[in-house]
Protein backbone atom coordinates (compact mmCIF):
# COMPACT_ATOMS: atom_id res chain seq x y z
CA UNK A 1 0.00 0.00 0.00
CA UNK A 2 2.57 2.65 0.46
CA UNK A 3 6.06 2.91 -1.57
CA UNK A 4 9.14 1.32 0.03
CA UNK A 5 12.31 3.09 1.38
CA UNK A 6 14.44 3.53 -1.11
CA UNK A 7 17.48 1.87 1.18
CA UNK A 8 15.25 -1.41 0.99
CA UNK A 9 15.71 -1.06 -2.98
CA UNK A 10 17.61 -3.31 -4.99
CA UNK A 11 21.43 -1.74 -5.46
CA UNK A 12 20.66 -0.46 -9.21
CA UNK A 13 17.03 1.17 -8.40
CA UNK A 14 19.30 3.02 -5.23
CA UNK A 15 21.89 4.03 -8.41
CA UNK A 16 18.89 5.46 -10.47
CA UNK A 17 17.64 7.24 -7.73
CA UNK A 18 20.69 9.52 -6.89
CA UNK A 19 21.05 10.04 -10.65
CA UNK A 20 17.73 10.94 -12.20
CA UNK A 21 16.51 12.82 -8.40
CA UNK A 22 19.24 15.67 -8.84
CA UNK A 23 18.03 15.54 -12.81
CA UNK A 24 14.46 15.90 -11.83
CA UNK A 25 15.09 18.70 -9.70
CA UNK A 26 17.15 20.53 -11.78
CA UNK A 27 14.56 20.61 -14.70
CA UNK A 28 11.75 21.44 -12.34
CA UNK A 29 13.97 24.15 -11.28
CA UNK A 30 15.07 25.54 -14.87
CA UNK A 31 11.71 28.11 -14.94
CA UNK A 32 12.73 29.24 -11.46
CA UNK A 33 15.81 29.83 -12.90
CA UNK A 34 15.06 31.60 -16.21
CA UNK A 35 13.02 34.09 -14.41
CA UNK A 36 15.82 35.06 -11.76
CA UNK A 37 18.24 35.46 -14.36
CA UNK A 38 15.90 37.27 -16.82
CA UNK A 39 15.87 39.78 -13.73
CA UNK A 40 18.99 41.06 -13.58
CA UNK A 41 19.25 40.92 -17.71
CA UNK A 42 19.27 44.30 -19.72
CA UNK A 43 16.78 45.32 -22.10
CA UNK A 44 19.18 44.79 -25.12
CA UNK A 45 19.61 41.14 -24.18
CA UNK A 46 15.81 40.78 -24.41
CA UNK A 47 14.89 41.95 -27.54
CA UNK A 48 18.22 40.44 -28.62
CA UNK A 49 16.25 36.76 -27.76
CA UNK A 50 19.53 36.32 -25.21
CA UNK A 51 16.70 34.56 -23.41
CA UNK A 52 18.75 31.18 -22.02
CA UNK A 53 22.25 32.24 -22.39
CA UNK A 54 24.40 34.44 -19.45
CA UNK A 55 23.49 37.80 -19.31
CA UNK A 56 25.50 40.18 -20.75
CA UNK A 57 25.61 42.54 -18.60
CA UNK A 58 24.02 42.31 -14.73
CA UNK A 59 21.02 44.86 -14.21
CA UNK A 60 20.09 43.62 -10.87
CA UNK A 61 20.61 47.30 -9.03
CA UNK A 62 18.85 49.09 -11.97
CA UNK A 63 15.79 46.18 -12.89
CA UNK A 64 14.84 46.05 -9.50
CA UNK A 65 15.17 49.88 -8.86
CA UNK A 66 12.71 50.72 -11.50
CA UNK A 67 10.41 48.33 -10.65
CA UNK A 68 9.70 50.84 -7.75
CA UNK A 69 10.41 53.69 -9.02
CA UNK A 70 8.16 53.77 -12.26
CA UNK A 71 5.47 51.43 -11.65
CA UNK A 72 2.87 51.06 -8.77
CA UNK A 73 4.45 47.60 -7.60
CA UNK A 74 4.57 49.44 -3.73
CA UNK A 75 1.13 49.69 -4.02
CA UNK A 76 0.23 46.44 -5.19
CA UNK A 77 2.08 45.01 -2.60
CA UNK A 78 0.30 46.29 -0.08
CA UNK A 79 -3.06 45.52 -1.64
CA UNK A 80 -2.01 41.95 -1.83
CA UNK A 81 -1.28 42.73 2.03
CA UNK A 82 -4.33 44.24 2.71
CA UNK A 83 -6.25 41.22 1.37
CA UNK A 84 -4.15 38.12 2.55
CA UNK A 85 -3.78 39.17 6.31
CA UNK A 86 -7.80 39.74 6.99
CA UNK A 87 -7.83 36.72 5.09
CA UNK A 88 -5.96 34.17 6.89
CA UNK A 89 -7.32 35.84 10.55
CA UNK A 90 -11.01 35.94 9.09
CA UNK A 91 -11.15 32.14 7.85
CA UNK A 92 -9.09 30.69 10.40
CA UNK A 93 -10.89 31.81 13.41
CA UNK A 94 -14.17 31.16 11.63
CA UNK A 95 -13.19 27.88 11.21
CA UNK A 96 -11.59 27.54 14.74
CA UNK A 97 -15.08 28.36 15.84
CA UNK A 98 -16.69 25.95 13.43
CA UNK A 99 -14.99 23.13 13.77
CA UNK A 100 -15.23 22.78 17.45
CA UNK A 101 -19.04 23.16 17.04
CA UNK A 102 -18.78 20.32 14.36
CA UNK A 103 -16.60 18.14 16.51
CA UNK A 104 -17.58 18.54 19.76
CA UNK A 105 -21.08 18.66 19.89
CA UNK A 106 -23.79 15.80 18.64
CA UNK A 107 -26.68 16.91 16.89
CA UNK A 108 -28.70 15.73 14.36
CA UNK A 109 -27.77 17.79 11.40
CA UNK A 110 -23.95 17.84 12.44
CA UNK A 111 -22.86 15.97 9.35
CA UNK A 112 -25.00 18.11 7.17
CA UNK A 113 -23.26 21.22 8.72
CA UNK A 114 -20.39 19.77 7.82
CA UNK A 115 -20.91 18.41 4.33
CA UNK A 116 -22.45 21.91 3.46
CA UNK A 117 -18.73 23.69 4.69
CA UNK A 118 -17.52 21.23 2.33
CA UNK A 119 -19.42 20.81 -0.26
CA UNK A 120 -17.89 24.13 -1.85
CA UNK A 121 -14.61 22.84 -2.16
CA UNK A 122 -15.87 19.99 -4.81
CA UNK A 123 -17.38 23.03 -7.13
CA UNK A 124 -14.92 24.67 -9.83
CA UNK A 125 -14.42 27.72 -8.99
CA UNK A 126 -14.35 29.04 -12.43
CA UNK A 127 -18.07 28.26 -12.68
CA UNK A 128 -18.45 30.97 -9.77
CA UNK A 129 -17.13 34.19 -12.22
CA UNK A 130 -20.50 35.33 -13.28
CA UNK A 131 -22.61 35.01 -10.34
CA UNK A 132 -20.00 36.52 -7.66
CA UNK A 133 -19.14 39.51 -9.96
CA UNK A 134 -22.40 40.56 -10.46
CA UNK A 135 -22.83 39.99 -6.31
CA UNK A 136 -20.17 42.49 -5.38
CA UNK A 137 -21.72 44.65 -8.44
CA UNK A 138 -24.88 44.64 -6.45
CA UNK A 139 -23.34 44.78 -2.76
CA UNK A 140 -20.97 48.29 -3.81
CA UNK A 141 -18.10 45.79 -3.13
CA UNK A 142 -17.06 45.32 -6.65
CA UNK A 143 -13.04 46.67 -7.40
CA UNK A 144 -11.97 46.81 -3.86
CA UNK A 145 -10.14 45.27 -1.14
CA UNK A 146 -13.12 44.79 1.20
CA UNK A 147 -14.78 42.87 -1.31
CA UNK A 148 -11.68 40.37 -2.55
CA UNK A 149 -11.25 39.90 1.51
CA UNK A 150 -14.79 39.12 1.87
CA UNK A 151 -15.07 36.52 -1.30
CA UNK A 152 -11.91 34.77 0.06
CA UNK A 153 -12.89 34.39 3.67
CA UNK A 154 -16.47 32.69 2.39
CA UNK A 155 -14.50 30.75 0.03
CA UNK A 156 -11.83 29.30 1.94
CA UNK A 157 -13.41 28.70 5.30
CA UNK A 158 -14.98 25.76 4.02
CA UNK A 159 -11.63 24.09 3.36
CA UNK A 160 -10.20 25.38 7.08
CA UNK A 161 -13.53 24.11 8.27
CA UNK A 162 -12.55 20.50 7.11
CA UNK A 163 -8.81 21.15 8.42
CA UNK A 164 -9.46 22.12 11.78
CA UNK A 165 -12.50 19.70 12.25
CA UNK A 166 -10.67 16.48 12.07
CA UNK A 167 -7.83 17.88 14.05
CA UNK A 168 -9.99 18.49 17.21
CA UNK A 169 -11.83 15.47 16.78
CA UNK A 170 -8.26 13.52 17.13
CA UNK A 171 -7.81 15.77 20.64
CA UNK A 172 -8.49 13.39 23.77
CA UNK A 173 -11.94 14.13 24.46
CA UNK A 174 -11.19 13.47 27.98
CA UNK A 175 -9.85 17.00 28.87
CA UNK A 176 -13.75 18.12 27.20
CA UNK A 177 -14.92 16.23 29.42
CA UNK A 178 -13.33 16.76 32.41
CA UNK A 179 -13.73 20.79 32.33
CA UNK A 180 -17.17 20.29 32.04
CA UNK A 181 -17.36 18.15 35.23
CA UNK A 182 -15.56 21.03 37.18
CA UNK A 183 -18.08 23.27 35.73
CA UNK A 184 -15.83 25.24 33.05
CA UNK A 185 -18.20 27.49 30.62
CA UNK A 186 -18.31 26.17 26.90
CA UNK A 187 -16.64 29.42 25.87
CA UNK A 188 -13.73 29.11 28.21
CA UNK A 189 -13.34 25.55 27.25
CA UNK A 190 -12.36 26.31 23.92
CA UNK A 191 -10.48 29.44 24.57
CA UNK A 192 -8.27 27.71 27.33
CA UNK A 193 -8.17 24.14 26.70
CA UNK A 194 -8.84 23.54 22.84
CA UNK A 195 -7.32 26.43 20.90
CA UNK A 196 -4.39 26.29 22.89
CA UNK A 197 -3.80 22.35 21.67
CA UNK A 198 -4.48 24.02 17.91
CA UNK A 199 -1.27 26.18 17.76
CA UNK A 200 0.42 23.92 15.61
CA UNK A 201 -2.90 23.17 13.09
CA UNK A 202 -3.09 27.04 13.28
CA UNK A 203 0.58 27.79 12.24
CA UNK A 204 0.44 25.08 9.41
CA UNK A 205 -3.71 26.35 8.33
CA UNK A 206 -2.15 29.83 8.29
CA UNK A 207 0.94 29.37 6.08
CA UNK A 208 -1.30 27.33 3.84
CA UNK A 209 -3.79 30.09 3.34
CA UNK A 210 -1.15 32.92 3.15
CA UNK A 211 0.12 31.60 -0.01
CA UNK A 212 -3.39 30.68 -1.69
CA UNK A 213 -4.23 33.57 -1.34
CA UNK A 214 -1.21 35.65 -2.20
CA UNK A 215 -0.47 33.47 -5.46
CA UNK A 216 -4.19 33.84 -6.27
CA UNK A 217 -4.63 35.37 -9.96
CA UNK A 218 -7.81 34.74 -11.29
CA UNK A 219 -10.19 36.27 -8.62
CA UNK A 220 -7.70 39.01 -8.53
CA UNK A 221 -8.33 40.11 -11.73
CA UNK A 222 -11.94 39.05 -11.88
CA UNK A 223 -13.34 41.46 -8.72
CA UNK A 224 -10.60 44.36 -9.28
CA UNK A 225 -8.78 46.83 -11.75
CA UNK A 226 -6.20 49.07 -11.44
CA UNK A 227 -3.62 50.01 -8.54
CA UNK A 228 -6.12 50.69 -6.04
CA UNK A 229 -7.54 47.43 -5.28
CA UNK A 230 -5.11 44.74 -7.47
CA UNK A 231 -2.64 42.66 -5.18
CA UNK A 232 0.57 41.55 -7.09
CA UNK A 233 -0.32 38.88 -9.01
CA UNK A 234 -2.58 40.58 -11.40
CA UNK A 235 -0.42 43.79 -10.96
CA UNK A 236 2.43 42.36 -12.46
CA UNK A 237 0.98 42.41 -15.78
CA UNK A 238 1.03 46.22 -15.89
CA UNK A 239 4.84 46.28 -15.64
CA UNK A 240 5.11 45.93 -19.67
CA UNK A 241 5.04 48.52 -21.47
CA UNK A 242 2.23 49.63 -23.85
CA UNK A 243 4.23 48.47 -27.03
CA UNK A 244 7.16 46.62 -25.66
CA UNK A 245 6.99 43.98 -22.97
CA UNK A 246 9.51 44.54 -20.61
CA UNK A 247 10.09 40.86 -19.77
CA UNK A 248 13.24 41.75 -16.98
CA UNK A 249 11.12 43.97 -14.82
CA UNK A 250 8.19 41.28 -14.95
CA UNK A 251 10.68 39.09 -13.44
CA UNK A 252 12.17 41.57 -11.41
CA UNK A 253 8.45 42.24 -10.10
CA UNK A 254 8.09 38.41 -9.76
CA UNK A 255 11.05 37.37 -7.93
CA UNK A 256 9.78 40.21 -5.35
CA UNK A 257 5.97 39.02 -5.26
CA UNK A 258 7.73 35.70 -4.25
CA UNK A 259 9.22 36.88 -1.17
CA UNK A 260 6.90 37.15 1.53
CA UNK A 261 4.91 33.83 0.96
CA UNK A 262 8.71 31.87 0.99
CA UNK A 263 9.82 34.21 3.95
CA UNK A 264 6.48 33.51 5.87
CA UNK A 265 7.05 29.45 5.26
CA UNK A 266 10.36 29.36 6.28
CA UNK A 267 10.05 32.09 9.44
CA UNK A 268 6.71 28.91 10.08
CA UNK A 269 8.42 26.15 8.91
CA UNK A 270 8.73 24.43 12.17
CA UNK A 271 5.43 25.00 13.48
CA UNK A 272 3.87 23.88 9.82
CA UNK A 273 5.70 20.70 9.78
CA UNK A 274 4.67 20.01 13.44
CA UNK A 275 1.02 20.91 12.44
CA UNK A 276 0.85 18.78 9.40
CA UNK A 277 2.17 15.73 11.08
CA UNK A 278 0.70 15.86 14.78
CA UNK A 279 -0.97 13.16 14.98
CA UNK A 280 1.16 10.77 12.50
CA UNK A 281 2.53 8.47 15.45
CA UNK A 282 -0.35 7.84 17.57
Not at 187 to 210: D, G, T
Not at 220 to 228: C, E, I, K, M
Request: net charge positive.
Amino acid sequence: MYPRPIEQASPPARWAYKILLPIALIVWLLPLLAVALTSVRSAGDIISGNYWGWPSEFNMLENYTAIFENTPIGQYLLNSFKVTIPTVIGSVALSCMTGFALAVYRFKANLLVFFMFVAGNFIPFQILMVPVRDLTLQLGMYNSVSGLVMFHIAFQTGFCTLFMRNFIRALPRELIEAARVEGVSEFRIFRYIVVPLMKPAIAALSVLIFTFIWNDYFWATVLTQGADSQPITAGLYSLNGQWLAAWHLVSAGSIVAALPPVSMFFLMQRHFIAGLTLGAVK
